[in-house]
């Protein structure tokens, strides 16, 4: 079971910092073999792709929109990825959601992952 922590209310130019636990409830399932990605979905909008990290960390790729801006990482002894955020926008604001990848690597399709987890609300006021 994934959970998505971190979101709230922040002013343009603010930062906050998501994380997504894998409590790992299903038998036998580690996420630490796994890419890990973050999407997200605004109203009226399709999911998006975010930024995703492979299994070991080594590689990353993020959507244009926010490369240069939002981080990446993860934890595998704590079954967990983070999204560092700076220097929001308004159009961040959003439900974000975490996921796991069928494939060790990298990933920016959302039919590449396997499992989702709950979303944060992020919002962003101007």
């Known amino acids: 079971q994934l959970q998505a922590s971190g979101g709230g209310l922040v002013q343009v130019g603010g930062s906050l910092s998501l994380s997504c636990a894998d409590s790992?409830?299903?038998?036998?399932?580690?996420?630490?073999?796994?890419?890990l990605g973050w999407f997200r979905q605004a109203p009226g909008k399709e999911r998006e792709f975010v930024a995703s990290?492979?299994?070991?960390?080594?590689?990353?790729n993020y959507a244009d929109s926010v490369k240069g801006r939002f981080t990446i990482s993860r934890d595998n002894a704590k079954n967990t990825v983070y999204l560092q955020m700076l220097n929001l926008k308004p159009e961040d604001t959003a439900v974000y959601f975490c996921?796991?990848?069928?494939?060790?690597?990298?990933?920016?399709?959302?039919?590449?992952?396997?499992?989702w987890g709950q979303g944060t609300q992020v919002t962003v006021s101007s």
């Open positions: 990290i492979s299994w070991r960390g080594g590689n990353t």
């Open positions: 996921a796991v990848a069928r494939s060790s690597g990298v990933a920016s399709r959302p039919e590449s992952y396997q499992y």
């Open positions: 790992g409830r299903t038998a036998g399932r580690t996420i630490s073999n796994n890419g």
